[in-house]
């Protein structure tokens, strides 16, 4: 700008020259002046406009990216402001699904309930109309039926109160009978059970406990009539002292007394066979009179414990108890007849077993109790079925 008007200035000045007064040389070095002085100029203009271009681009992408960090900051508040309520929404969310979950394990146990209930109430109308169907047809089978049934229970019942197998076994003996009686083919399986348990019975065998308390109280009965054992006497025979003085008189006899001697030699040679001990004094037993009585108690005693242990089936104590009186009367008593047949016995009746083996004999029950159930199951399904009780009204 400052160039231009100094240009215009020296034009107009009147010690410039003319263009008629210019030469061609001069006006070929002016343009090419011109044009040099205007490549000059126009350089540092394209730099300023090129740096003011980049500054407008750099402000332009600073503003750009300032509004944009500013729309990412908005953006993450309001993401956080989301994530926030999503997590509210959450736990509301999880509280109700708790609640709905709550009330349908409510809702489950209350129907589990009614359909117990319901179940029951159905179990007891099945019971009920089996039991009428049962009282409308009760005929002569049932009640044989339900003879067997009880004489069943009272075998089981007998056999755990007398813990004894003759009575079970006769009223299983029974129980078949009847059986045999009502002549059906499906009372086969129950035939079968009762004669399983009559042979469980009597395998078992039989324990005679009141006979061996009977044998055991007769043996103490005869206790009184034991001999105790006795002192033994001793006694200088005759047949001794009468040869002492035999000696002293053969010195002293005479020949008249010679044939009374040779009658006493042979006396006295026959005396020698034939001993004969004269006692003085009565026989005294080892034992005083009230010793006496302890000694035949305490083998009532033995006796009585062994009792008490056929009565309990303690086989130990029944056995200690009888090898305690066998060796009491070994010791105390005479081994006479009555106590050797005493001792034979007490040996016999220590070798038996007095423990009774109660086997189990349920199955024959089992039996009969399923064959009723299955006989009401049929008869339900044939009243059911029957269609003159379907083509009944119901009464009001």
Same mark, same amino acid.
């Given at each position: 700008?400052?160039e231009?008007?100094k240009?215009?200035?020296?034009?107009?000045?009147?010690?410039s020259k003319?263009p008629a007064?210019?030469?061609?040389?001069e006006s070929?070095?002016?343009t090419?002046?011109?044009?040099?002085?205007s490549?000059?100029?126009?350089?540092?203009?394209?730099k300023v406009?090129?740096f003011?271009?980049?500054f407008?681009?750099?402000?332009?992408?600073?503003?750009l990216?300032?509004?944009?960090?500013?729309?990412q900051a908005?953006?993450s508040?309001?993401?956080?402001?989301?994530?926030?309520?999503?997590n509210?929404?959450?736990?509301?969310s999880?509280a109700?699904d708790?609640?709905?979950?709550?009330?349908?394990?409510n809702?489950?146990?209350?129907?589990?309930?009614?359909?117990k209930k319901i179940?029951?109430l159905q179990?007891?109308?099945?019971a009920q109309?089996a039991?009428?169907?049962e009282?409308?047809?009760t005929?002569?089978?049932?009640?044989?039926l339900?003879?067997?049934?009880?004489?069943?229970?009272?075998?089981s019942?007998?056999l755990q109160t007398?813990?004894?197998t003759k009575?079970?076994?006769?009223?299983?003996?029974?129980v078949d009978a009847?059986?045999?009686?009502?002549?059906? /083919?499906? =009372?086969?399986? &129950? !035939?079968?059970a009762i004669?399983?348990?009559?042979?469980r %019975?009597?395998?078992?065998? $039989?324990?005679d406990?009141?006979g061996?308390?009977?044998?055991?109280?007769?043996?103490?009965r005869?206790?009184?009539?034991?001999?105790?054992?006795?002192f033994?006497t001793?006694?200088a025979?005759?047949?001794e002292?009468?040869?002492?003085t035999?000696?002293v008189?053969?010195e002293e006899e005479t020949?008249?007394?010679r044939?009374?001697n040779?009658?006493?030699?042979?006396?006295q040679?026959? /005396?020698? =066979?034939?001993k &004969? !001990?004269?006692?003085?004094?009565p026989?005294?037993?080892i %034992?005083?009179?009230?010793? $006496?009585v302890?000694v035949?108690?305490?083998?009532?005693?033995?006796?009585?414990?062994?009792?008490?242990?056929?009565?309990?089936?303690?086989?130990?104590?029944y056995t200690?108890?009888?090898g305690?009186?066998?060796e009491?009367?070994t010791?105390h008593?005479?081994?006479?007849?009555s106590?050797i047949?005493?001792?034979?016995?007490?040996a016999?009746?220590?070798?038996?077993?007095?423990?009774?083996?109660?086997?189990?004999?349920?199955?024959s029950i089992?039996?009969l109790?399923?064959?009723?159930?299955?006989?009401?199951?049929?008869?339900i399904?044939?009243l059911?079925?029957d269609?003159?009780?379907e083509?009944?009204?119901?009464?009001?």
């Amino acid at each position: 700008m400052a160039e231009s008007g100094k240009k215009t200035k020296a034009a107009s000045s009147p010690d410039s020259k003319s263009p008629a007064a210019v030469t061609p040389n001069e006006s070929a070095k002016d343009t090419s002046s011109l044009k040099e002085d205007s490549k000059a100029k126009k350089i540092p203009l394209i730099k300023v406009i090129v740096f003011l271009i980049l500054f407008l681009f750099a402000s332009s992408a600073g503003w750009l990216g300032w509004q944009q960090w500013q729309v990412q900051a908005r953006q993450s508040d309001q993401i956080a402001l989301v994530m926030v309520e999503l997590n509210e929404q959450l736990k509301q969310s999880t509280a109700l699904d708790s609640a709905v979950a709550l009330s349908r394990r409510n809702q489950q146990e209350q129907a589990e309930l009614f359909t117990k209930k319901i179940n029951d109430l159905q179990l007891q109308i099945t019971a009920q109309g089996a039991r009428i169907a049962e009282l409308g047809s009760t005929s002569r089978s049932d009640w044989y039926l339900s003879e067997a049934t009880y004489l069943a229970r009272l075998a089981s019942q007998r056999l755990q109160t007398e813990r004894s197998t003759k009575n079970p076994i006769a009223l299983l003996l029974q129980v078949d009978a009847i059986l045999v009686k009502l002549d059906e /083919s499906d =009372l086969l399986a &129950v !035939r079968s059970a009762i004669a399983e348990d009559i042979s469980r %019975l009597r395998l078992a065998g $039989e324990v005679d406990a009141e006979g061996i308390i009977l044998e055991l109280n007769a043996l103490a009965r005869q206790i009184e009539q034991l001999e105790l054992i006795e002192f033994a006497t001793t006694e200088a025979p005759v047949s001794e002292k009468s040869e002492d003085t035999a000696v002293v008189e053969t010195e002293e006899e005479t020949l008249s007394q010679r044939f009374s001697n040779l009658i006493g030699e042979f006396s006295q040679g026959l /005396s020698k =066979l034939i001993k &004969v !001990r004269q006692r003085d004094r009565p026989i005294e037993p080892i %034992l005083l009179a009230s010793e $006496e009585v302890i000694v035949r108690n305490n083998l009532r005693l033995f006796l009585r414990q062994a009792a008490n242990a056929v009565l309990r089936e303690e086989q130990d104590i029944y056995t200690i108890s009888l090898g305690g009186a066998r060796e009491w009367l070994t010791t105390h008593f005479q081994m006479n007849p009555s106590s050797i047949l005493l001792q034979d016995r007490l040996a016999h009746l220590e070798k038996k077993k007095i423990v009774q083996e109660l086997p189990n004999i349920n199955s024959s029950i089992r039996a009969l109790e399923a064959f009723l159930v299955v006989r009401e199951s049929r008869m339900i399904g044939v009243l059911e079925n029957d269609p003159v009780l379907e083509s009944e009204p119901t009464r009001p």
